[in-house]
Nanobody, 129 residues
């Protein structure tokens, strides 16, 4: 059973940067597509960025394009989300999720069109002065 643990959240001023990590255990990591999702208070969860197995396809939400970068290191069973030029509206709990398969449509994955079986516990990101 795949288990996911997020880390790297915290409090940062607007314009600052954070790097989130999603580390997996319990199953073969490199066959999974991994997505980052976030949920702000009172809002629905939204897909931020998703990366296919082996990093062959990447999707970003329009709101984070040019500011966030997703990457994966399969040797470390970890996917990263580098977040730059952070804005107050980026505040929320950030979750990573996994979907098995080498040909996952990462745009649909981020859109939340199908339920995902594997989720982490989340890490809080607060952007405030």
């Amino acid at each position: 059973q795949l288990q996911l643990v997020e880390s790297g959240g915290g409090l940062v001023q607007p314009g600052g940067s954070l790097r989130l990590s999603c580390t997996a255990s319990g199953s073969t990591f490199d066959v999974y597509a991994i997505g980052w999702f976030r949920q702000a208070p009172g809002k629905e969860r939204e897909g931020v960025s998703c990366i296919r197995a082996e990093g062959t396809k990447i999707h970003y939400a329009e709101s984070v394009k040019g500011r966030f970068a997703i990457s994966r290191d399969d040797a470390k069973n970890t996917v990263y989300l580098q977040m730059n030029s952070l804005k107050p509206e980026d505040t929320g709990v950030y979750y990573c999720a996994a979907e098995p398969g080498r040909e996952i449509n990462v745009q649909l994955m981020c859109a939340g069109t199908a339920p995902l079986d594997h989720w982490g516990q989340g890490t809080q990101v607060t952007v405030s002065s």
